[in-house]
């Protein structure tokens, strides 16, 4: 005999992002009735990124790169969804920190 697969989906929508990282496989973010992304949690972690810098990094190319990007006059930190293109450009010259899922939520949601 085969074994049988049963798939169970449930949808959960809450703003505790807490338990999103610990019970989610999968996440839908939606922002004023748009569709962001549906992307698997382990995939999100792998493009997302927090991106830390001095301000002589950023030109009009270079903030493409971001979701958003918050400035203050010692520096930048921004959010980006394509990590792997961001080390290319900025090499060693930035921090790249893992965002959470509130670091995601809020840098969409508010911009700077």
């Known amino acids: ?23 989610a496989d999968y996440i839908t973010f939606i922002h004023n009735g748009e569709h962001i992304f549906t992307k698997e949690f382990y995939k999100i972690e792998e493009e997302y ?24 006059n010692i520096g930048f930190e921004a959010l980006t969804a394509d990590k792997n293109r961001v080390v290319n450009i900025f090499g060693d010259s930035v921090i790249v920190e893992k965002p959470t899922l509130e670091d995601i939520m809020y840098y969409t949601k508010k911009g700077w």
Request: overall charge neutral.
């Open 49 to 72: 990124a927090i991106v830390k810098g001095t301000l002589d990094l950023l030109d009009r190319e270079t903030e493409q790169e971001f979701i958003s990007i918050r400035k203050t």
């Open 1 to 23: 005999m085969g074994c049988i697969w049963r798939l169970r989906t449930i949808f959960f929508s809450t703003h505790i992002t807490t338990d999103l990282d610990r019970i």
